[in-house]
C-alpha cells in the first residue's frame, strides 16, 4: 500500500560515541520512539533523517558527504541521512526549540521577564534554515508518491512546507511528543513565529497529540489565529484538510518485564529496601525540566509532614531525577532550588525524611517504581508523562498515582489516579496524605484500572494508529479530489 | 424606574486624611469611576458601600458605628457606608485581590516559582469574608425591590451571590476593571478560587468589561470550568442568565480641558520644552505595574537606538511612572530592574538619551502627554489602559500611539494605532522607528482617528448605558418569570 516510508526527527535512531579503536561505534537509542518508528523500518523499505546531535555525528555525517547511508547498531538495521546544521545547530536547538517553543508550550514563561522578545529573528532563520535541511534529506529520500512520512516533534514544525511543495500528494503525519497550549502562552512569541509553527504543521494531513486535551487546544489555536475553520476533528485552511488526532502511547510492557527481572535492578531494589526500612515510599521519577514541577512537589511534601505529624518518621520521599538542559540557565538555577528545599526539609524533618538523587540509573529508577507506595507526578504540562504508566506497570505494592490534571497521559489514568492541580501545593499535600493513608481494598481497585489503562496503545499500536489514519485521511483527500 | 442605587467596591469616593485640628477631613477621590458613579449618586437616592483602607478611614467607620452616613467632600455630597475588616483586611487585599486574582488576570506568574500555591485557604477564608461584610453592608442599603446594585471590580468577586440570596430579584450588574484570561492563566488558581470567582460574579444579571475580548475570555471559561451554556453574550448557569457585555469607558474631556489649561502644567511644560530642546518625544506613562511592561519597553527604546544610529541624539525617551504596590516584592524588584536598565541605557548612548520620572506629578504628566511624538503603551495585559485614550486627547503634535494589542482600549483605537505584540521587543523597536519616521500627514490621519475614538464612551456615558442594559436584562428576566 505505501511506497515505503520516511521518518524525520530531531534525534535519530543511532547515536555515535568515539570507539575504542578511535573510530565512531553506533549505539541504537532508548526509548519507545525507536522502538515503535525503528522497528516499523525493520519490516519495509525506508529512511530516517534525523539531525547530527554531536561531533562524533558531523564526523559520520561528513564521511558519507551528507548522502545516505546504512548502519547496524545493537541488532537493527537502518537507512539514515544524518543532516549536519553546522553553526545553525546552536540557536535552532537551544534559543528556537528548547527555549521559545518548549517555554511557550509548556507555559514556562517568568512573566513580566521572559520571554525577552529579543534577537529573536536571527535565531529563527537559523531554526527555518535547518528545518529546509532536513526536509530537503526527506524529499531525497521519498521513492515515490505513496511514500509515507512521519515528522516527529517541535523541532521541525516547519518541514512540512516544503515536503509538501515537493510532493503535493504525499501522505504526510506531524507527531507531537509535547503538549499545546491555550492562546494566552502562544501569543507569547513572536506573531510570525505562532502563525509559521501553526501553518507549518498544518501542512499535514495528520497533526497527532498524546491527548485529546492538546488535540482541541491545537485546533482553537489554529481557528483563533489563522482563522481556519473547524470541522469534527479536522482544521480546514487554504483548501487543505487536517486531522487532528489522539493516538494515546502506553507503556512497553516487554521492555518493562525483560528490565524489572534483572540482575542491577534487584540489586537496586535491595538498597532501596534497606533505605526504606519498612517506611512507606512516596517517589518522583522525573528529568529536572522546569516543566516537571519539582519545587512544588518537595513544598507538598513539606507542608504533608508539617500538617500531618504522625507521617513523620513513617514515610520516606525519594526523587530520582534525571540531569536535563543542564546547559540553560534556568534549568540550572531550578535544581539548586530543588537541592535547598531538599535541604531545608531534611534540617526541620531528620536527615533521612527524603533523598534526593541526580544522575543517570535507570535499574535504580525501575527498582523504586516497583516499591513505591505513592507515585508523585505533578508535572505544570506534560505532553503525555510516561512514568506516570511505567510506575503502575512495574508497581508490586498496588501504589497510588498522584498526578497532575495537566500531562496528557492523565486523559486515560484519571478513574484510577489522585488528580491534583499542578499549581496547588495545599491541594497536593492533601492527595499526598489521602494516598498514604488509603484502605489497601481502594488501592487495589484504583492499581488495577491503572494498570489496565497504562497498557493501552504499545509503541507499536501507537505506530500502528496513525498509520491508518493516514491512510484513511490521504484517501479521502483523494476521494475528495477525484469527486 | 428605579428605588436608587447602591454601589459597591473596594476604594470608595471619599477618603480620609487627619486634618489640621486632629480630626478626620473627607477629600473626594479621583478618576473617571468617582465621577461617573460618584455623578449618578447626585442626582437620585443611594449608598455607596467601600471598605476602610486606612486607619483614618477606620476611626471614621467606628465613630458612625459602622452605619450608614452622609458626608459632604469637594463639592459633592454621599451617603456612605463604610466596612472596617479588621485583620482580615490584609489577607483579603495583599494576599488574594492584588496577589492570586490581579496576577491571574494578567497572567504575571513567574512560572516555575509562582503561585506558590500554598497557604491560600487562610487567606482565601478572609476575601471571603470581607466579601461577606460588603454584600451584608449593600443588603442593608437596599431601599426596595427596584433597587440597582453596581458591584466594581476583582476585590468583591464574592459579593453578589449573598445579595443574590437576600434579593432574588435584585438588579445586580459587576462590572471588571480588569482584563479577563483564558484558561491557562486562570487555572493556575487553586480549582476553588477559579469556580468560586466565576460562580461569585454570575450572581449578576450582568458582568461587565471594558473590551468584547475579555467578555469572549470570561464566557469561554464559564463554559470550560462550569459547565456553563453561552447563548449569545450570555451565560446560563443553574437556570440564572448573566448578560456579559463591552461598555467602552473613554476620556473625560472636560477634565482634561481643565487641567491642561492650568498653570502647574503650563510650568510642567516648559520645563520638558527645555529638557526636549527640539529633540523627539518618546513618552511613557504608567503605574510601576508589573503589567505595564515598561523593561521590555526600555529594551525596545534601547533596541532601535542600536539599530537606528540616526536617532541617536534626536529622540529622548521620558518615561513617568507613578509608583504602585512597592510593599509586594516582585513590584520592589521589577522597579529596580527598570532603573538599572535605564542606567545601562545612559552609559550606552549618553545621559540624555532617556529619563525616568518616579512619583506623583499629574500635571507633569499631562504637560508630556501634550508634547510626544510617540506615546508607547505596551503593557502584557490591561483592562483598558485609560492613558492611551487620554494621550491623543491631550496631545497637541499629532503624536503616534504604539498600543499593546492586549490592552482593552485597543479594540476601538486599533485604526489609529500602531498595534504591537508585547512580548515581541524586536517588534516594538520597529514600531518605534515607524512612529518616529512617519509622515505628517499619516500622522495628522491617524491622530484623528484617535482623538474621535478615545472620545467614545465618556465616564457618565459609560455609567448610562450600563444602567440600560442591566435594565433591560432585569425586564426581560422578569418576563420570562412571567411568561
Not at 42 to 49: I, L, R, Y
Not at 264 to 287: C, F, N
Request: glycine fraction near 8%.
Amino acid at each position: 500500500m505505501s511506497d515505503g516510508l520516511v521518518i524525520a526527527s530531531n534525534r535519530g535512531p543511532v547515536t555515535w560515541e568515539q570507539g575504542e579503536d578511535g573510530r565512531p561505534a553506533p549505539r541504537r537509542g532508548f526509548g519507545g520512539l525507536v522502538t515503535a518508528l525503528g522497528g516499523a523500518l525493520q519490516d519495509e523499505p525506508g529512511t530516517w533523517v534525523s539531525v547530527a546531535l554531536s561531533d562524533v555525528d558531523r564526523e559520520v555525517a561528513a564521511s558519507v558527504e551528507g548522502k545516505a547511508f546504512e548502519v547496524s547498531a545493537d541488532g537493527s538495521r537502518y537507512r539514515l541521512r544524518l543532516i549536519d546544521a553546522g553553526d545553525r545547530f546552536e540557536p535552532y536547538y537551544n534559543e528556537v526549540a528548547n527555549r521559545l517553543l518548549w517555554f511557550a508550550l509548556h507555559r514556562l514563561w517568568v512573566d513580566p521577564y521572559s520571554p525577552t522578545g529579543e534577537s529573536w529573528r536571527e535565531a529563527w532563520a537559523d531554526y527555518r534554515s535547518v528545518n529546509d535541511q532536513v526536509a530537503q534529506g526527506v524529499v531525497e529520500a521519498v521513492e515515490g508518491s505513496a511514500t509515507e512520512v512521519y515528522l516527529q516533534d517541535y523541532h521541525l514544525c516547519l518541514a512540512g512546507p516544503a515536503i509538501r511543495g515537493a510532493f503535493p500528494d504525499a501522505a504526510l503525519l506531524h507527531y507531537l511528543h509535547t503538549p499545546w497550549t491555550g492562546l494566552d502562552a502562544l501569543q507569547r512569541l513572536p506573531d510570525p513565529i505562532a502563525e509559521a509553527v501553526l501553518r507549518g504543521l498544518l501542512a499535514a494531513d495528520v497533526v497527532g497529540f498524546s491527548s485529546p486535551v492538546w488535540c482541541r487546544a491545537f485546533r482553537a489555536g489554529a481557528a483563533e489565529l489563522l482563522g481556519a475553520r473547524i470541522e469534527d476533528d479536522a482544521v480546514l485552511l487554504d483548501g487543505r484538510r487536517t486531522l487532528v488526532e489522539a493516538f494515546v502511547l502506553g507503556v512497553d510492557a516487554e521492555d518493562l518485564a525483560t528490565s524489572a527481572a534483572s540482575e542491577p535492578v534487584a540489586a537496586a531494589g535491595a538498597e532501596l529496601d534497606a533505605a526504606l526500612d519498612g517506611r512507606q515510599l512516596v517517589l518522583r521519577v522525573d528529568r529536572t525540566d522546569l516543566s516537571k514541577n519539582i519545587l512544588r512537589g518537595l513544598r507538598a511534601y513539606r507542608l504533608l509532614l508539617e500538617r500531618h505529624p504522625e507521617h513523620r518518621g513513617r514515610v520516606w520521599h525519594y526523587a530520582h531525577l534525571n540531569p536535563s538542559r543542564q546547559e540553560v540557565p534556568e534549568y540550572r538555577e531550578y535544581l539548586a532550588r530543588c537541592l535547598a528545599e531538599a535541604e531545608e526539609i531534611r534540617e526541620l524533618f531528620g536527615e533521612d525524611a527524603l533523598e534526593i538523587f541526580v544522575g543517570d540509573d535507570y535499574s535504580r529508577a525501575v527498582a523504586a517504581l516497583q516499591r513505591s507506595d505513592v507515585l508523585f507526578a505533578n508535572p505544570v504540562k506534560d505532553g503525555t508523562n510516561l512514568v506516570a504508566k511505567e510506575g503502575p506497570t512495574l508497581n508490586e505494592r498496588d501504589g497510588v498515582l498522584v498526578l497532575s490534571r495537566d500531562a496528557g497521559a492523565t486523559a486515560v489514568l484519571e478513574a484510577g489516579a489522585l488528580v491534583v492541580n499542578p499549581y496547588d501545593v495545599e491541594a497536593q499535600a492533601d492527595a499526598l496524605h489521602d494516598a498514604l493513608t488509603m484502605s489497601a481494598s481502594e488501592r487495589a481497585v484504583r492499581a488495577a484500572r491503572l494498570r489496565e489503562a497504562a497498557l493501552r496503545g504499545s509503541p507499536s499500536e501507537w505506530f500502528r494508529a496513525q498509520r491508518q489514519v493516514l491512510r484513511g485521511a490521504v484517501s479521502s483527500r483523494s476521494g475528495r479530489a477525484a469527486g
